[in-house]
């Protein structure tokens, strides 16, 4: 019987986790080993690896798909969900009732937000990157206009807190919610008429018509999901930070679109994993958070994430095999 061949990314990522922990016991020592430290990285690990996932689903149905969109949705599903439950319950009266309703409100917004995303590039046939830079300056201005440029204060609220931040039996909790929506996520895409066709269609957009896909609807359903990825990522950001402001994460589309391509996600469309995504997330976030104890400043961070897009950028669409085949044929000596 033949062995399964390890996917050659998949081990990449694992080896950069372990090299990146390996470099930070040289440089750190113990404390950058503590179970708070780790725990403390898997609250943040949640809300760019959930926006990843969304860019991930948006490259891999090709067309030069992207979702530049996300942080900024993020932001404005959590001001509209703060106003509008704000409006409803006294969330030191009713928390749960509260935090519910937050819950629910930011998914909405989340799902019109992907809609109109989806309904622009699926059946309004624009370019996936103009449409999404129009809506994140379109859901950045409503977020702007509803809360006057100010940040929104949720308070302590113990259910949202113990969400945002507290671990159950030493995990944080929104860390296991990443983990049971990226399950479901690698489920539908493997195993669901969804998945199947979104490949095909990333893959060889010709195929996919003629096999009867119908594009313009996978693609809203895609930006959909990307969507609600997106919102669900805004109710982590508020849980944890006990906050909303409509410019958090400036720096989330960089990060995002840099995990998705780290993961070996084809800009091209036709390939991407889900497991390579979580894992590219996480390799960031404990180069940042090594990079906070070292005390090196954010923008030279900015300047690191920004030279590692394009190295990885690069890298996938260089054909290896063909320059060390022509280096071989050249100093056939040499290859012996």
Request: glycine share 10%.
């Amino acid at each position: 019987m033949k062995s399964r061949r390890l996917d050659p990314q998949l081990v990449f990522l694992v080896g950069i986790n372990a090299a990146i922990v390996v470099a930070a016991m040289a440089l750190v020592g113990e404390r950058f080993m503590s179970l708070y430290n780790f725990q403390s990285m898997g609250t943040q690990v949640p809300e760019l690896a959930l926006l990843a996932l969304g860019v991930m689903l948006a490259m891999v149905s090709g067309n030069g798909g992207i979702d530049l969109s996300g942080i900024a949705l993020a932001n404005l599903s959590g001001v509209v969900a703060y106003l509008a439950t704000s409006a409803a319950f006294d969330a030191s009266a009713a928390p749960v009732a509260f935090f519910a309703m937050f819950a629910e409100v930011a998914l909405l917004t989340g799902v019109a937000g992907g809609a109109l995303n989806g309904a622009l590039i699926g059946f309004a046939g624009m370019t996936p990157i103009i449409a999404t830079l129009g809506t994140q300056l379109l859901f950045t201005g409503v977020a702007v206009g509803l809360t006057g440029g100010s940040a929104l204060q949720l308070g302590y609220v113990p259910v949202i807190d113990d969400f945002g931040n507290m671990p159950y039996m030493g995990v944080p909790r929104t860390f296991a919610i990443l983990i049971v929506i990226a399950l479901a996520l690698a489920a539908l895409l493997r195993f669901s008429r969804f998945g199947i066709h979104l490949f095909l269609m990333g893959s060889n957009p010709k195929a996919a018509r003629f096999a009867g896909v119908r594009v313009p609807s996978m693609l809203f359903r895609t930006y959909l999901l990307a969507g609600v990825l997106a919102s669900v990522a805004g109710i982590v950001i508020a849980a944890r930070t006990s906050s909303i402001k409509w410019d958090y994460g400036s720096s989330y589309v960089l990060v995002a679109i840099l995990i998705a391509v780290m993961a070996g996600v084809r800009p091209e469309g036709g390939y991407g994993r889900v497991v390579c995504v979580l894992l590219s997330a996480i390799a960031l976030q404990i180069l940042s958070s090594l990079f906070n104890f070292m005390q090196i400043s954010n923008f030279f961070r900015d300047c690191a994430l920004g030279l590692l897009l394009l190295a990885f950028l690069a890298n996938a669409r260089l054909d290896w095999a063909r320059y060390t085949g022509a280096l071989r044929r050249r100093h056939p000596a040499a290859a012996a």
